[in-house]
């Protein structure tokens, strides 16, 4: 049964812009933090954004502070995260992931359920 399931990755340019969702229809949502995380080739799984189940928390890494916002909308089960300004360092597998009540965002062993990924590709 997959729990969480990403979408709305692609190829694109420096400069322009995507937004991935990710849907977890089987979760409490609302009870959930949720996560984005990316792993570019050879290098380890980052945590670059995180909302609270309470949704008045929000955590952003240096790499995409300014530039990504991430969302979430609980009557929908969905997450969002707007990506501006891609750069070509941004390029990796993004994987969405959840886990019940509080979490570190950064910390991947703190999620439970996970994504199998949608590939973000920026070109120069």
């Known amino acids: 049964q997959v729990e969480v399931a990403e979408s709305g990755g692609g190829l694109v340019q420096a400069g322009e812009s995507l937004r991935l969702s990710c849907t977890a229809p089987?979760?409490?949502?609302?009870?959930?933090?949720m996560a984005w995380f990316r792993q570019a080739p050879g290098q380890e799984r980052e945590g670059i954004s995180c909302?609270?189940?309470?949704?008045?928390?929000?955590y952003y890494s240096d790499s995409v502070k300014g530039r990504f916002t991430i969302s979430r909308d609980n009557t929908q089960n969905t997450m969002y995260l707007q990506m501006n300004d891609l750069k070509p360092e941004d390029t990796a597998m993004y994987y969405c992931a959840a886990d019940l009540g509080d979490r570190r965002c950064t910390v991947a062993a703190d999620f439970e359920y996970w994504g199998q990924g949608t590939q973000v590709t920026v070109s120069s």
């Open positions: 909302i609270g189940w309470s949704d008045t928390m929000t």
């Open positions: 089987r979760l409490s949502f609302d009870d959930y933090t």
